[in-house]
């Protein structure tokens, strides 16, 4: 599989095509450039994984494969960072994910950003951040994966900021990047104590080596827990962060300033998923060495869900719902993650459920997420407004739009066959093989889920009837836009019957999905409920949704505010940290130690001041200097010598 490394490749030189050519290339041109250099990624993309699932089963077991890899930096006798392209099960399945949902977005944006001002820049941005995911994915060490890790927030931070007129895009942009920073340092510090003690960054030594190389990191220990504990602790804190797991959550919302493709491409599909991602490449470590960590990521995942889930059902920008519902949806992905016990393991002979459901949600996520995130982005551009308030009756108007939205929106809600039913009930039978207490949290959660979304689909499609003596007549988008819709729809509807647990699992055989029937009754029921709820309140234009948010005044207001996390941030940054710390050690630093620094000026100035006479250049002072000097130095020589 020599050709992987074009993968890498095409992307990169459509950046740096499109990036330094911004004031020759004409807008479709440069469009032109990133969709077919994309295409061409997609199809490698695809013949990877056709070629990869075909032919590298030995005995019931995909194999590894590692076709490019060359040191890049020797770090001591042992240790050296690797540059590489490794091809496993969950590379093949991010490979197809990525490049489907950015194909998807630059043929989308050829319709939507057209005749935007920077638009060259714009699909040089995204040409980056595919090439960031890309290396991301396919790096064959975790030092590797990290350097991909900071170019994907680079890259995340000029597109969500490409308004950067727009004092909100700029605000969110460094929002964004400064949060993922924070959790990238504890990522960085997790990766140097893993190292520290394993003498390697390469992923075929941590996850399929002797397990003896972590030993020392088992036998050490700090405040109780091992090193090893803590080093895939500050992992999953990285993880966390690039995911938007609660509390790194707050920049995710904001980013919705960018684009509305890009919300599709980095918040949808890709970039947040690249949190999942990291757990599941370290999941060897985590299931066999760490599980209490496992844990804990199994109860983060599942109030992530629950909280942003329970925000989404009162928001009113159909972006921000879309920003919450992908945060709940990542808290479910995590959840499927940490309820793989070793116990569970057990119990699979093929490997953990959770582990496959996660990676399968993981796929179909994206699917009709991204399709979700491209269908608003066709009704903002039909009635130039994020706002619910401004929609209604849209489905006369915009019948692709509405049907394929309609498709994202039982999928999600866990409706079979669409694909978010299949991969959601994989993730109830983990939850509740993992506890009947998780099992019900998630299902309350997914019932949410089901409520939320149908809310905003019969606010954008039914409810009251557009004004159109106000506004102009919405219209069909472009086909430019409708077309990736369609794909999109159409790979949500037959997603559900990949039978993805023979491709993808925990220990890289195979498994197949037999859905629990029980379990998938209860989803479905609970689903069907929650949606007639949303039916009964937002079909027609009614005054029941105010009643109701008059009578839990209390809870609707702090869930539309985010129940207020993002004024805790500000409060601990700006009044303890700023207040607190920061401006007494600003003082500190500018009257003491600069106090300091600049009385030593001072003093040596007046001091030159004093004596610079002496350097008159005049030879008769200089005479009786000298004279003076002379008899001075005798009188004393004669006073002390005697």
């Given amino acids: 599989m020599d050709y992987t490394l074009l993968i890498l490749l095409l992307p990169l030189c459509s950046f740096l095509v499109i990036g330094l050519s911004t004031t020759k290339l004409k807008p479709a041109l440069a469009g032109t450039v990133g969709t077919l250099s994309l295409a061409a990624v997609t199809l490698l993309s695809y013949y990877t994984a056709y070629a990869y699932f075909t032919t590298q089963n030995v005995n019931g077991i995909w194999q590894t494969l590692t076709p490019y890899n060359l040191t890049w930096l020797q770090v001591g006798e042992k240790l050296h960072i690797d540059l590489g392209i490794l091809i496993d099960p969950i590379s093949v399945l991010m490979l197809v994910v990525i490049s489907t949902v950015s194909l998807m977005v630059h043929i989308y944006s050829m319709g939507y950003m057209k005749g935007e001002k920077g638009f060259q820049r714009y699909y040089a941005f995204l040409s980056l ?5 890309l290396g ?28 950067y007129t727009k004092p909100a895009a700029v605000a969110a942009s460094k929002k964004a990047f400064i949060v993922t920073r924070f959790a990238d340092f504890f990522f960085l510090i997790g990766i140097l104590v893993l190292s520290y003690f394993s003498q390697t960054f390469d992923f075929g030594m941590l996850l399929t080596g002797d397990g003896s190389i972590l030993s020392g990191a088992m036998g050490s220990t700090f405040i109780g827990a091992s090193a090893l504990t803590w080093a895939m602790a500050l992992i999953f804190i990285g993880a966390a962060g690039k995911s938007a797991m609660f509390p790194l959550h ?16 980095i918040h949808a599909a890709t970039m947040v998923v690249a949190g999942v991602y990291l757990v599941a490449r370290m999941f060897p470590i985590y299931i066999g060495f760490t599980p209490e960590v496992l844990q804990g990521i199994a109860y983060v995942g599942a109030f992530t869900a629950m909280f942003a889930a329970v925000i989404a ?14 945060i709940s949806q990542i808290g479910f992905m995590m959840v499927a993650l940490g309820v793989s016990t070793s116990m569970q393991l057990a119990e699979h002979e093929h490997g953990g459920l959770g582990y496959m459901a996660s990676m399968f949600h993981l796929f179909t996520h994206a699917m009709f997420k991204s399709l979700l995130f491209l269908g608003a982005g066709s009704i903002i551009h039909a009635v130039h407004s994020n706002e619910m308030a401004d929609m209604g009756g849209l489905r006369k108007y915009m019948p692709i739009t509405h049907i394929t939205f309609l498709i994202a929106c039982l999928a999600i809600a866990g409706i079979p066959p669409f694909s978010g039913f299949v991969s959601k009930d994989e993730i109830m039978t983990a939850a509740y093989g ?16 089901a409520f939320y979304m149908f809310r905003l689909y019969y606010r954008i499609f039914w ?13 069909e988008s472009p086909r430019s836009m409708t077309f990736p819709l369609m794909f999109l729809a159409l790979l949500t509807l037959v997603g559900g019957f990949i039978p993805f647990g023979k491709f993808v699992t925990a220990d890289h055989t195979q498994y197949t999905i037999h859905l629990d029937t029980t379990i998938a009754i209860i989803s479905v029921v609970v689903a069907l409920a929650a949606i007639g709820l949303a039916t009964l309140l937002y079909r027609k234009e009614n005054d029941q949704p105010a009643r109701l948010a008059v009578r839990v005044e209390g809870l609707y207001k702090a869930a ?10 500000q409060f601990i940054t700006r009044k303890i940290i700023f207040n607190g710390i920061s401006r007494p050690f600003a003082w500190f630093d500018r009257h003491v130690i600069d106090g300091a620094i600049n009385g030593l000026g001072w003093i040596t100035l007046r001091t030159s001041e004093a004596v610079k006479g002496f350097q008159s250049g005049n030879v008769q002072w200089y005479a009786w200097v000298f004279l003076f000097a002379t008899l001075l130095i005798t009188f004393l020589t004669i006073i002390f010598t005697h």
């Fill in 560 to 569: 539309y505010h985010r129940f207020y996390i993002d004024e805790v941030y």
């Fill in 313 to 326: 059902i009162v928001q009113t920008d159909i972006k921000r719902v879309l920003a919450f519902s992908t």
């Fill in 136 to 163: 991301l994915v396919l790096a064959t060490n975790i030092f590797q994966m990290y350097i991909f890790w900071e170019l994907v927030g680079v890259s995340s931070y000029l597109l969500i900021g490409f308004y």
């Fill in 463 to 475: 409810g009251k009837e557009y004004e159109t003596h106000k506004n102009p007549i919405p219209h």
């Fill in 434 to 449: 993992f506890g009947t207490g998780m099992g019900v949290w998630m299902t309350i959660t997914a019932g949410l889920t």
């Fill in 250 to 265: 707050i920049w995710l919302p904001d980013a919705m300033e960018g684009p509305t493709p890009v919300s599709a491409l």
């Fill in 129 to 133: 951040f595919t090439f960031s995911m």
